[in-house]
């Protein structure tokens, strides 16, 4: 698995073999991206059930200015500092446990940044994605024209408008649907 474009394209990043952490593919950041569009300069990423960080380094790479990666488990942690440090974005990355189960986090440090750029890749078949949808609208984390991509199974449909969400993009590929929603803004 390697870094797909800008500053660090080519890196190595390191992953974890079997099954506890499923990375997306090369195949499907490059595919994320394209749907995203390139201008991700000055934007603060959301990494959530971040695995090994990959979309949040690739986002570092591509010119955004930060990333927050959030991720329960603790070999996943390693792994994204591990990668962090390989792409030499340690200062640009934050890295927080939580069980993304259980919401978002609530302290006073995630609640006071403005995301650009969300990422959302949680395990397949636990209907994740839809509470965690209204309660990013809900903190007010997120700036008027941010975007959220969320990866889900083919069985897992997702709604075209959740709240202040609006689908503006699906493509599949193998058994993986990915989502582009923007929020606040028609599509």
Known sequence: ???TSGQVRGRRLASLKGLQIRPSSDLVRQAIFNMVGQDIFGLEVLD???GTGSLGIEALSRGAVGALFI???IKAIKLINKNLQRCGYEALGSIMKKDLGRGLPRNSTFIKKRF???FM???YGKAFIPPLLKQLSDKNVLTP???VVTESSQIDPLPEAF??????NRKTYGGTNINIYHYGRPA
């Not at 709240?163 to 503006?168: M, N, S």
């Open 71 to 73: 991720d329960n488990s």
């Open 116 to 118: 650009g750029l969300v």
């Open 48 to 50: 959530l059930f971040a």
């Open 121 to 123: 890749d949680p395990p």
């Open 145 to 147: 024209s941010s975007i």
């Open 163 to 168: 709240g202040a969400f609006q689908l503006v």
């Open 1 to 3: 698995m390697r870094v």
